[in-house]
């Protein structure tokens, strides 16, 4: 395939050279490049297969916005966007394209979501509890997307919501770790990523499982797929 990758960060710049690792013919845009999505024409889309988006909020929804419109699927790793996932939803499917979106694209971090809902059970028998994230000082979201989905799997199960506490220290790739207490004794559930490359490895296997589907997509929903 031929991937555009948005943002040339530290995840960005790994997603592409994960890409080329698995064969992909990769282009990248930075924000210089693609102000406002002002790179995101019909002309200059038109060759790539997939594009994969790691920006910010406001850049990612306008991304989102312009590549819909031009009819190209999409890979969207990007948080603190969705309070605009409803409106993306309707383009996505009013244009008939593909598009997946996940708090986080690693593989470990996905069966740490069904740990969770598992350990969810505790809540109803005495337990209480809190979620702790940390991450490295350059992260703008707090709390992060992966402790809102966290919380979000543990509410879905038992109908009880913890507390996110976040911190923002040195260069944390990102851990999350779930406590629950009760007077006899003490539930620790951590996920630490060691590196980048579970979330790019993810996003790309993501873009190579989108190409040419028509839908919405959680990477939470389809990463036994990929």
Same mark, same amino acid.
């Given at each position: ?5 948005? $943002? %040339?960060?530290? @995840?960005?710049?790994?997603?592409? &050279? ?16 693609? /102000? %406002? ?10 060759? #790539?297969?997939?594009?994969? /988006?790691? =920006?910010?909020? @406001? ?18 790793? =990007?948080?603190?966007?969705? /309070?605009?996932?409803? +409106? ?9 394209? +593909? ?13 740490? #979501? ?5 350990? !969810?059970?505790?809540?109803?028998? $005495?337990?209480?509890? &809190?979620?702790?994230?940390? *991450? ?14 966290? &919380?979000? =799997? ?12 976040? #911190?923002?220290? +040195? &260069?944390?790739? +990102?851990? *999350? ?8 004794? /003490? ?12 979330? !790019?490895? $993810? ?8 190409? $040419? ?14």
């Amino acid at each position: 395939m031929k991937l555009l990758i948005l $943002g %040339k960060g530290k @995840t960005g710049s790994l997603v592409a &050279q994960v890409a080329g690792e698995r064969g992909h013919m990769v282009e990248a845009f930075g924000s210089a490049q693609n /102000d %406002k999505a002002a790179a995101l024409t019909p002309e200059h889309l038109e060759p #790539f297969d997939v594009i994969i /988006d790691f =920006t910010t909020p @406001t850049a990612a929804v306008q991304n989102c916005e312009a590549c819909i419109r031009c009819g190209r699927d999409m890979v969207v790793g =990007t948080t603190g966007w969705y /309070d605009h996932l409803a +409106g993306l939803r309707e383009q996505v499917v009013r244009n008939k394209t +593909g598009l997946v979106f996940g708090a986080n694209f690693s593989i470990g971090i996905n069966l740490f #979501f069904d740990v969770a809902r598992a350990a !969810a059970a505790a809540l109803k028998h $005495g337990y209480t509890g &809190q979620i702790f994230e940390r *991450h490295h000082i350059q992260k703008r979201d707090a709390p992060s997307g992966t402790a809102l989905m966290l &919380q979000n =799997t543990i509410k879905d199960a038992v109908s009880k919501e913890l507390e996110i506490i976040s #911190f923002r220290e +040195g &260069q944390v790739v +990102g851990m *999350h770790e779930i406590v629950l207490d009760s007077p006899n004794d /003490d539930i620790y559930l951590c996920h630490d990523s060691k590196s980048r490359r579970g979330f !790019a490895e $993810g996003a790309v296997r993501a873009a190579e499982w989108v190409r $040419g589907k028509k839908g919405f997509f959680n990477f939470r929903d389809i990463w036994r797929e990929v």
